[in-house]
Nanobody
Framework: QVQLVESGGGLVQAGGSLRLSCAAS????????MGWYRQAPGKQRELVAA???????NYADSVKGRFTISRDNAKNTVYLQMNSLKPEDTAVYYC?????????WGQGTQVTVSS
């Protein structure tokens, strides 16, 4: 089992920045990849960014050049640096971790971008 705890959401004006953190605990040695998803009201949950245990990254087209995912293996923490935020980035952001058999999710953190 893996437990994930997110932090760092909040309210920011368009053009501003936020950094989300996701601390993993439990069976972290089994994690292959971690990522951030988001879900806006009335929309499906979508992948924002992901990073593998080897450090390879993947981004949604809508956030490329604005968001950066990184991980600190010593702290078992994944970060999502979000710059040049837009109102359409408003959503609940969820941390995700994958091992060979399961998906794990955090509780979610609200990000609201005002115009």
């Amino acid at each position: 089992q893996v437990q994930l705890v997110e932090s760092g959401g909040g309210l920011v004006q368009a053009g501003g920045s936020l950094r989300l953190s996701c601390a993993a605990s439990g069976s972290i040695f089994s994690i292959n990849a971690m990522g951030w998803y988001r879900q806006a009201p009335g929309k499906q949950r979508e992948l924002v960014a992901a990073i593998t245990s080897g450090g390879s990254t993947n981004y949604a087209d809508s956030v490329k050049g604005r968001f950066t995912i990184s991980r600190d293996n010593a702290k078992n923490t994944v970060y999502l640096q979000m710059n040049s935020l837009k109102p359409e980035d408003t959503a609940v952001y969820y941390c995700n971790a994958e091992d060979f058999t399961d998906d794990y999710w955090g509780q979610g953190t609200q990000v609201t971008v005002s115009s």
